[in-house]
């Protein structure tokens, strides 16, 4: 079975801080894909990253970075100089294949709150 | 423009009650979603339809029907709510086949079963 884990419940650093997020997963298939959603105040799902089990290229978009290691299954996920509306509820995922088709396996989520 | 749209964005209902959400996607995905999250914000699957045909049923009470009457809409209709029924419903969809399609969720619909 497929599992993702956030050990992070919960994360509070002061803004301006760099804070990583941590993501540990398991599966048995040798393709898959890994994700980041963002869960903030308002409620909505947005998607962040995804990231193929064959590139464990390191990716940068702004602000945000993603450290996938496949030896020790993490896709970690690190914002620098946080803002406060990095606020929110961060989800990794796992793409699973079952029977041929296509699910995400979430992580409990880390919620992360900066403060001003 | 809204990619993946779901209506109503708040349901506050009784128990005993049967109530519908729907679901509508303008992106061209050929796979539609149901997610549940629960208060803990613990997200799971819940149904998955192919060009309107059924792949996914995780173990979701019967009570529970998906209806898909084309590529585009999904809904979810839910017969005699209880209180446990109470969360936020997502509707997603993506390319099946296509493990680089992300998931592309609605805003959600919350469900309050009083």
């Known amino acids: 079975a497929q599992k993702v884990t956030q050990a992070q419940t919960e994360i509070s650093v002061v803004e301006k801080e760099d804070v990583t997020l941590d993501c540990v997963y398991e599966?048995?298939?040798?393709?898959?894909?890994l994700f980041w959603y963002k869960q903030p105040p308002s409620g909505e799902l947005v998607f962040l990253i995804r990231r193929n089990s064959f590139d464990e290229q390191n990716e940068i978009s702004g602000r945000y970075s993603w450290n996938f290691q496949k030896s020790t299954s993490s896709f970690n996920f690190t914002i620098t100089a946080s803002q406060v509306v990095d606020s929110a509820v961060y989800f990794c995922?796992?793409?699973?294949?079952?029977?041929?088709?296509?699910?995400?396996?979430f992580g409990t989520g880390t919620r992360l709150t900066i403060i001003p | 423009d809204t990619a993946v749209s779901q209506t109503p964005k708040y349901l506050v209902t009784q128990m005993g009650n049967d109530k519908s959400i729907k679901c509508e996607q303008n992106l061209g995905h050929d796979t539609m979603y149901w997610y549940k999250q629960d208060s803990k914000k613990f997200l799971k699957i819940m149904f998955s339809y192919n060009n309107k045909e059924l792949i996914i049923n995780e173990t979701v009470p019967n009570r529970f029907s998906p209806k898909s009457p084309d590529k585009a809409h999904l809904n979810l209709h839910i017969n005699s709510l209880e209180l446990g029924d109470s969360a936020v419903y997502f509707c997603?969809?993506?390319?099946?086949?296509?493990?680089?399609?992300?998931?592309?969720f609605g805003n959600g619909t919350r469900l309050t079963v009083t």
């Open positions: 599966t048995r298939d040798t393709t898959y894909y």
């Open positions: 995922a796992l793409s699973e294949r079952s029977f041929g088709n296509e699910k995400l396996t």
């Open positions: 997603a969809s993506s390319h099946l086949g296509d493990r680089a399609s992300p998931l592309h």
